[in-house]
T-cell receptor, first 115, second 113 residues
Framework: AQSVTQLGSHVSVSEGALVLLRCNYS??????LFWYVQYPNQGLQLLLK??????LVKGINGFEAEFKKSETSFHLTKPSAHMSDAAEYFC?????????????FGTGTKLQVIP | GAGVSQTPSNKVTEKGKYVELRCDPI?????LYWYRQSLGQGPEFLIY????????DSGLPNDRFFAVRPEGSVSTLKIQRTERGDSAVYLC???????????FGPGTRLTVL
């Protein structure tokens, strides 16, 4: 069984400030971990993914995340928030024990960027 | 190239009616997934196709829900006797065989009155 917990359904930051979105996971097998972004009325777009290579993963739009096995965390960060970063972010976990990606998503964090 | 497309983008129906939601995956993607996203929630897995066959339908909530992919490309999610609780955004995603990245469509927003 696998699950994801995202702390904070809403996060507000000032433009130019650090963005930190928290994600903790639970998985019975070594996980694959993902962060997706969803803009209003659009589908999910992959920001970055961890697939057991480097623990610090860099993604698009300046975002990065660090896999910490000891903390079962995969927090998403960006040094300086942009107005265009305002969106909903989903952390997700999957395993390939069945030979395919069965992805479990968190409940999402809405990021507000204040000018 | 073209991404995953879903039609219709919005569907409003009455309780008890039958609806079909269509997904066109990226050409060449053999894996296809359906998810349901209720208001304020993350997407929830419904069903996975590898080629024409449903390899995992464990997420379908009940027997009113059914999905097909007869030629291994386009898929249709079918909901019989719709209920107000079925109102949600239905997302489709496709992937290359063996790849861990799923590409999502924009979704179909289903509203059951």
């Amino acid at each position: 069984a696998q699950s994801v917990t995202q702390l904070g359904s809403h996060v507000s930051v000032s433009e130019g400030a650090l963005v930190l979105l928290r994600c903790n996971y639970s998985s019975s097998v070594p996980p694959y971990l993902f962060w997706y972004v969803q803009y209003p009325n659009q589908g999910l777009q992959l920001l970055l993914k961890y697939t057991s290579a480097a623990t610090l993963v860099k993604g698009i739009n300046g975002f990065e995340a660090e896999f910490k096995k000891s903390e079962t965390s995969f927090h998403l960060t960006k040094p300086s928030a942009h107005m265009s970063d305002a969106a909903e972010y989903f952390c997700a976990v999957s395993d390939r024990s069945g030979g395919y990606q069965k992805v479990t998503f968190g409940t999402g964090t809405k990021l507000q960027v204040i000018p | 190239g073209a991404g995953v497309s879903q039609t219709p983008s919005n569907k409003v129906t009455e309780k008890g009616k039958y609806v079909e939601l269509r997904c066109d995956p990226i050409s060449g993607h053999t894996a296809l997934y359906w998810y349901r996203q209720s208001l304020g929630q993350g997407p929830e897995f419904l069903i996975y196709f590898q080629g024409t066959g449903a390899a995992d339908d464990s997420g379908l909530p009940n027997d009113r829900f059914f999905a097909v992919r007869p030629e291994g490309s386009v898929s249709t999610l079918k909901i019989q006797r719709t209920e107000r609780g079925d109102s949600a955004v239905y997302l489709c995603a496709s992937a290359r065989q063996g790849d861990n990245e799923q590409f999502f469509g924009p979704g179909t927003r289903l509203t059951v009155l």
